[in-house]
């Protein structure tokens, strides 16, 4: 009945599932499958990434994100609160779904947002039989409350789907963990389009990051970010120092969560310059600070590192990639 969880934190290449697909089918060839893990109500981008870790949600969610553009002042409008997923789908009119495959998963669990004015939403299993309910959040006069909870349900035998309904506008859903009951490894891929340390640490609330890290028990909690740190720091938005800072405090707040699980931080592929002209790729000078921060944060902090920018052969790599037609 052994349990392997890790959860994965990044930015696009991780909302893509690029890198992190080919981890988690290598772990559960070797040690089986324990279930899909935490998976958003849809994806955060529609013209990148696949729907593999997220439902498929009706057009009228709306995505909020901690990357995205502030509301305008005067709309009276305010993003979040995020926790470690970065992001909240919010309904905007009756019901909306969203549908998750359960593939062979025995329990689901709901995370979501209770605050006042919310509306009622469901939770039903569909079979070939048809559709069950199990679970339903009642709603919620308007009142002053914003709290984030979870609710968890047992799935019937047979269960293909696993369906969220919105019966009024404004409901909030983080997304829903679905596990099976056997023994084997669970990969969580939380990827935010745009998203950073820095991200991560001043855009989310540090109690709602920490108590939903904390209901997926990871053995192992890994951080591949930096790639948009190249950019900052090619920009002159931030410094190796504050990398260090918003790294370290990432760190502390997933052993916080989780204090008994391994850490790993995973450096950026190449990030490159384009020259106009030819469309010459040139790796930016700048990963060389991120990889340099990333490898003393993880030192001090006793995690392990991987260095993928070597992996994947180090400077000009996509260059060579572009050259053999590996790019688009």
């Not at 969203?98 to 669990?109: C, H, I, K, L, V």
């Not at 469901?122 to 909870?149: C, F, N, W, Y």
């Not at 995690?303 to 260059?319: N, R, V």
Request: net charge neutral.
């Amino acid at each position: 009945t052994a349990r392997a969880a890790t959860v994965v934190l990044g930015s696009s290449l991780i909302a893509s599932d690029h890198v992190t697909d080919v981890v988690r089918a290598r772990l559960v060839e070797r040690f089986g499958d324990a279930g899909r893990g935490f998976l958003l109500p849809d994806r955060l981008s529609k013209v990148a990434g696949r729907k593999v870790r997220t439902g498929e949600a009706t057009p009228g969610w709306e995505i909020q994100n901690f990357a995205q553009d502030p509301p305008d002042p005067g709309s009276g409008k305010r993003l979040g609160p995020f926790g470690f997923t970065g992001s909240l789908h919010v309904s905007s009119t009756r019901g909306e779904q969203t549908t998750w495959s359960t593939d062979g998963a025995a329990r689901a669990r709901l995370f979501y947002l209770e605050h006042g004015g919310q509306p009622a939403v469901r939770l039903e299993a569909r079979t070939k039989a048809g559709s069950t309910v199990l679970a339903r959040i009642e709603a919620m006069p308007a009142v002053a409350h914003e709290q984030d909870a979870t609710v968890e349900v047992t799935l019937p035998p047979a269960t293909r789907e696993l369906v969220l309904i919105a019966e009024g506008a404004g409901a909030k859903v983080f997304g829903v963990a679905l596990e099976r009951n056997n023994a084997g490894v669970v990969v969580d891929t939380i990827g935010v389009p745009a998203a950073s340390a820095q991200l991560y640490v001043e855009a989310t609330v540090e109690d709602v990051f920490v108590r939903e890290l904390q209901q997926r028990e990871p053995s192992l909690f890994v951080a591949m970010l930096g790639g948009n740190e190249v950019r900052s720091l090619d920009y002159r938005t931030i410094d190796a120092a504050r990398f260090d800072a918003y790294l370290t405090t990432l760190l502390a707040r997933a052993k916080k969560a989780a204090p008994d699980s391994a850490c790993l931080i995973v450096s950026p592929i190449d990030s490159v310059k384009a020259i106009a002209a030819g469309e010459e790729l040139i790796s930016r000078a700048e990963i060389d600070t991120v990889i340099e921060v990333q490898r003393t944060v993880a030192k001090r902090e006793g995690c392990a590192f991987f260095d993928l920018f070597a992996a994947m052969g180090g400077k000009g790599s996509l260059a060579r990639f572009k050259d053999k037609g590996f790019l688009s």
